[in-house]
């Protein structure tokens, strides 16, 4: 396979001067969700000129992986996120909790949609009938290879930059390894050839992309007249059918 973000071009979009930040006022900010034994976290700001930063990082540890919902709950109340996305496989429990205590704000990634672009969905009901609003779901479906190459895209074209200080520098390093740890394969399918991303070890990949889901293909949008309202359309969409 190939590597679709290379260490060189990750080194390169790392922040050291205090000055980049100053300049940086934060739209909203949004944090993506690995769950695992070992659970990766990703806090991300966008900027009113739509360039983003991996703002801070890190990985819960506890063998009591329940630790991880509290230790999440206390990055949320402090950093006021829009959304919070995580990785729906791993952390079914852990999502329903905090969609309890965030609703509309915590959203399942699913990733085995053939839809190319994200598909946000409140489940108010099941089978006709209406669930109590505690109960309520949120889930954003995309296709795996759309998700990963949107995370591809927006740090290959320089629109993602990493927060290196030296206080988070050595769990930036690890955050930094799992993203090259990412590979991509061209492999033939019935219609056509496709690549396929592994992005199993690379946590780190997983939790950004995660975070990325909200701006999926903005920059596309950017590119042709870049209009604020199409970035934040889908889950604007899914919450005005619940308000």
């Known amino acids: 396979g190939s590597k679709p973000v290379t260490t060189e071009t990750l080194l390169q979009i790392l922040v050291r001067s205090p000055g980049e930040i100053n300049n940086s006022v934060f739209e909203e900010k949004v944090i993506g969700v690995d769950w695992g034994d070992e659970t990766r976290w990703v806090l991300v700001g966008r900027t009113a000129k ?13 063998i009591d992986t329940m ?25 079914k429990t852990k999502n ?37 609003e505690d109960d309520w779901q949120y889930h954003v479906s ?8 949107n995370t591809e895209t927006i740090i290959n074209r320089r629109n993602l930059g990493i927060y290196y200080f030296p206080e988070q520098a050595a769990r930036t390093d690890v955050f930094i390894f799992e993203i090259s740890q990412a590979d991509a394969e061209e ?8 690549r396929r991303f592994s992005i199993t070890s690379a946590h780190g990949y997983a939790a950004l992309s995660y975070a990325l889901l909200p701006y999926a293909f903005v920059q596309d949008y950017a590119e042709a007249g870049y209009n604020q309202n199409v970035m934040t359309r889908a889950p604007r969409f899914a919450r005005r059918r619940f308000a």
């Open 96 to 132: 329903q909790i905090l969609m309890r205590q965030y609703p509309g704000r915590v959203w399942s990634a699913f990733t085995n949609s053939g839809s190319n672009i994200p598909i946000w969905n409140t489940i108010n009901e099941i089978n006709g009938i209406a669930l109590p």
């Open 187 to 194: 492999v033939s399918t019935s219609t056509g050839k496709q």
């Open 67 to 91: 630790q991880h919902v509290e230790k999440l709950r206390m990055i949320i109340s402090r950093e006021n996120p829009k959304w919070i996305i995580c990785d729906a496989g791993y952390g």
């Open 142 to 149: 995309v296709n795996h290879t759309a998700m990963c190459e």
């Open 50 to 62: 739509n360039k983003f930063y991996v703002i801070d990082t890190g990985v819960f540890d506890d």
